[in-house]
């Protein structure tokens, strides 16, 4: 059995989120927890979030043991992208894309 969370619609690049998701991916969950939690990166701080929410959804919906949840899946999609204009030289503009992304989690217990 397996469970799952998502934060939709959070203001940081897919490819920051990305880069930490392939670290934690296949790791038993405390581990991945203790992980998350000293990585200095920004988005270490919302997947924490993510990763929590997942586990809790686990424990408390699926009644899954903690002890044997590993992180299955972890991704962050791309959300839609804020178009703001700076501008440049000679008149003319140059375009800045505030990125966002959708982060998800997968859970589920090892056999």
């Given at each position: 059995m397996?469970?799952k969370?998502i ?8 490819l ?6 392939n ?27 993510v990763?929590?929410?997942?586990v ?5 919906n ?5 002890a044997d949840?590993?992180v299955?899946?972890?991704?962050a ?10 501008p440049?030289?000679?008149?003319m503009?140059?375009p800045?894309l505030?990125r966002?992304?959708?982060i998800?989690?997968?859970v589920?217990e090892r056999?």
């Amino acid at each position: 059995m397996e469970a799952k969370a998502i934060a939709k619609y959070v203001r940081i690049s897919p490819l920051k989120v990305q880069f930490i998701c392939n670290e934690i991916r296949g790791l038993q969950v405390d581990e991945a927890l203790a992980k998350l939690e000293f990585t200095t990166k920004r988005g270490a701080k919302e997947l924490y979030k993510v990763l929590k929410s997942a586990v809790a959804n686990a424990e408390n919906n699926l009644s899954l043991d903690r002890a044997d949840l590993y992180v299955k899946e972890a991704y962050a999609n791309d959300g839609p992208t804020m178009k703001r204009f700076r501008p440049k030289a000679k008149g003319m503009a140059y375009p800045i894309l505030k990125r966002s992304s959708h982060i998800g989690v997968v859970v589920a217990e090892r056999e």
